[in-house]
């Protein structure tokens, strides 16, 4: 009984967040709805700067559970910008929380509501969630062959052209990279030899396509790359190996005690635009990270091992940049949840908001 209501209190760490996250989504979709219908005969740029808004508070709830609620601790190495900038962020990518570190950072500048990703092709299928990234802006993609570089520079192109402030969160690697997959690990090195590139231990090989698309297009309206390298402590086992990074799961039921962010500001004037230098380019970035990684699990001085180079600051969120947004959309949900036709709204927007979901994410770039 004892051991059942441990598992119980357990589970309760991840069940609870995650209800509620997943719980508010029909309410958020509703009101984004009522202000996309209200804001057709509006300027495009109006449009954006509202949905900004309202983006940016639905991850701020998130980052209420994912930051204050877990306490993990935050260390930043670098000096993040004071001021919004038009970025692209590229990071090297080992779990599914990765993409809250993005909103980590982003809220930090103030600028979480102008996060765009650009997210595997098969991610446009989650309810609500896939097309709903992608009306915000963000950008579906297959891998290697099958990538729609057409389908890709027109979305970037309408964001840029109407103004919309961008921080575009590309991982570049493609996929997870999990010291369990060796198989994957070993092709990644593999290429990596036959194409004349530094084979990498910590990473894997990134791929450029998207990456140099992006930051092509864009150049002239963006500010920076932000460079970022991404360490979760307590993922060496006793033996000193590396292990996978938690998972969104493991992370919410308190399994991380510490995230260490590298954080390296790159001016777009610094990186070449020619298809050929950008590859090299982007691969001597990806040495830099690997080094970094390399040195934090497997350093032998004390004073290297799990930590990277530099002053390490830690940097807790303030309550009231993210309970706020929790408020707000718990305020927003409980209403439906209360009455018969609020609880059929509910479901409806769920259902139906699903299915013209998978519709425009099929039928748009």
Avoid at 181 to 209: C, M, W, Y
């Amino acid at each position: 009984m004892l051991l059942s209501l441990v598992v119980h209190t357990y589970s309760l760490r991840y069940w609870f967040p995650a209800t509620f996250m997943l719980g508010t989504a029909p309410a958020y979709v509703l009101s984004w709805g009522v202000w996309r219908l209200l804001s057709t005969v509006l300027p495009a740029s109006l449009y954006h700067k509202i949905d900004d808004r309202l983006y940016c508070i639905y991850q701020s709830m998130v980052l209420f559970f994912f930051e204050n609620y877990t306490g993990v601790e935050i260390v930043i190495y670098g000096d993040i910008p004071k001021n919004k900038e038009n970025v692209v962020y590229l990071s090297n990518h080992q779990c599914t929380a990765d993409w809250i570190i993005a909103d980590m950072l982003a809220i930090r500048q103030s600028a979480i509501g102008h996060i765009r990703y650009v997210l595997k092709d098969g991610l446009k299928w989650l309810p609500l969630y896939g097309w709903y990234f992608s009306q915000h802006g963000g950008v579906f993609v297959k891998r290697s062959a099958k990538f729609n570089e057409r389908a890709m520079k027109k979305k970037l192109l309408t964001q840029t052209r109407c103004g919309a402030p961008m921080y575009l969160v590309i991982f570049p690697e493609g996929t997870r990279y999990n010291p369990e997959l060796k198989n994957v690990i070993t092709d990644s090195q593999k290429f990596a030899e036959r194409e004349g590139l530094a084979v990498l231990k910590h990473t894997l090989t990134p791929r450029v396509k998207a990456s140099h698309l992006a930051v092509d297009i864009m150049s002239d309206s963006l500010d920076a790359v932000y460079d970022i390298t991404v360490a979760y402590e307590g993922t060496l086992d006793k033996n000193g190996h590396r292990r996978p990074a938690p998972s969104m799961a493991e992370f919410l039921c308190k399994e991380c005690p510490r995230i260490h962010i590298h954080f390296d500001r790159v001016d777009i004037k610094g990186i070449p635009l020619e298809p050929g230098l950008f590859r090299r380019w982007m691969h001597n970035r990806f040495e830099i990270k690997d080094r970094l990684l390399t040195d934090f699990y497997e350093s032998e001085d004390p004073n290297k091992k799990c930590r990277f180079p530099g002053e390490g600051r830690i940097s807790p969120l303030k309550l009231s940049k993210s309970l706020p947004s929790a408020m707000i959309l718990g305020g927003l949900t409980l209403p439906m949840l209360l009455t018969e036709n609020g609880r059929k709204l509910y479901v409806r927007t769920w259902v139906y908001g699903t299915l013209l979901g998978w519709l425009w994410v099929n039928i748009s770039p």
